[in-house]
């Protein structure tokens, strides 16, 4: 049972370049999350899905887009990477529905520079 | 819009001593409320779940209380260990639809035991 895992760890882009973070849970979680951590800002939800198929806005969603084909990945996507989006990024993942199944279980995080 | 603080930012102890973080946010209609640790470099770790409905979770040497009506929670640490030694965050979700939204995240209180 590997958790919450997220791909790349590491990524340096140039500024316009397009990529993709993965991330991937095996606990049959129907809720997922993706946050950004940036010193002086503390975490800042992105995007979510409460289930596959479904995806809604958070907090901070301008140049991002996201993808649940499958339950068990959620995808996020850079269309053309700028300087700001230099980040670390985290995925979470919840059973979701009531508030005792929605504690939340973070990934290792993917760290990227956007140069 | 929730905010959500976390006092003091920083906080170095001798090991061995009972401590307290504090957590405050600023509108009380919580769907739950979850402290978490986070060691350099690394992901976030669950510590405890608070639901709304709850006034206190306990995890061996962790008892996290909440007080929702008047928008505070606590951290206690007994007995403090030198591999306490991390950030702890508190965070806070709304409900939304048919279960919680993303979390709202504090920036943390950093933790040094010193042996």
């Known amino acids: 049972n590997a958790g919450v895992t997220q791909t790349p760890k590491f990524r340096v882009l140039k500024t316009g370049q397009s990529m993709t973070l993965l991330c991937a849970q095996d606990?049959?979680?129907?809720?997922m999350y993706w946050y950004r951590q940036d010193p002086g800002m503390g975490l800042r939800l992105i995007h979510y899905s409460v289930g596959e198929g479904t995806t809604a806005k958070g907090e901070v969603p301008d140049g991002y887009n996201v993808s649940r084909l499958k339950k068990q990945n959620f995808l996020l996507g850079l269309e053309s990477a700028a300087p700001s989006q230099t980040s670390v990024y985290f995925c979470?993942?919840?059973?979701?529905?009531?508030?005792?199944?929605?504690?939340?279980?973070f990934g290792p995080g993917t760290r990227l520079t956007v140069l | 819009k929730q905010e959500v603080t976390q006092i003091p930012a920083a906080l170095s102890v001798p090991e061995g001593e009972n401590l307290v973080l504090n957590c405050s946010f600023t509108d009380s209609a919580i769907y739950n409320l979850q402290w978490f640790r986070q060691d350099p470099g690394k992901g976030l770790t669950s510590l405890l779940l608070?639901?709304?409905?709850?006034r206190e979770q306990t995890s061996g040497r962790l008892n996290a209380s909440l007080d929702k009506s008047s928008g505070r929670s606590t951290l206690y640490i007994a007995a403090s260990q030198p591999g306490d030694s991390a950030t702890y965050l508190c965070a806070v979700s709304m409900y939304s639809g048919g279960g919680a939204d993303g979390l709202t995240f504090g920036k943390g209180t950093h933790l040094i035991i010193q042996p």
């Open positions: 606990m049959n979680h129907e809720y």
């Open positions: 979470a993942s919840s059973l979701g529905g009531l508030a005792r199944y929605n504690e939340q279980f």
């Open positions: 608070i639901q709304s409905s709850q």
